[in-house]
Nanobody, 124 residues
Framework: QLRLVESGGGLVQPGGSLRLSCTASGFTLENYSIGWFRQAPGKEREGVSY????????SYADSVKGRYTISRDNAKNAVYLQMNSLKPEDTAYYYCAASGSRFVSFDAQLYDYWGQGAQVTVSS
């Protein structure tokens, strides 16, 4: 069974940090580019960050640039999203997704597998 699982979400105060993890079972993440997406209540899903297969190519949404860092550890079959200086507007359900496409972007149609998501709430 091919699965992606997110972990590390939770409640944090503004200015705080969280690290989301995306792990895979049934397949090897190193063969895929990985994206993080989020969806807040009443809003459309948006791309947050992605990392290519080698890990040398990354991209961030303008809203998180300078605060979030994506990384991967292929030995652990995991991808991480370090989120610092969190703001209330970062509150959302966060999803990781795996793309086998040669070219990666925030186009959700490029992604083959999706996790169930993890809630991130930023509130005092």
């Amino acid at each position: 069974q091919l699965r992606l699982v997110e972990s590390g979400g939770g409640l944090v105060q503004p200015g705080g940090s969280l690290r989301l993890s995306c792990t895979a079972s049934g397949f090897t993440l190193e063969n895929y580019s990985i994206g993080w997406f989020r969806q807040a209540p009443g809003k459309e899903r948006e791309g947050v960050s992605y990392i290519n297969r080698s890990g040398r190519g990354t991209s961030y949404a303008d809203s998180v640039k300078g605060r979030y860092t994506i990384s991967r550890d292929n030995a652990k079959n995991a991808v991480y999203l370090q989120m610092n200086s969190l703001k209330p507007e970062d509150t959302a359900y966060y999803y990781c997704a795996a793309s086998g496409s040669r070219f990666v972007s925030f186009d959700a149609q490029l992604y083959d597998y999706w996790g169930q998501g993890a809630q991130v709430t930023v509130s005092s």
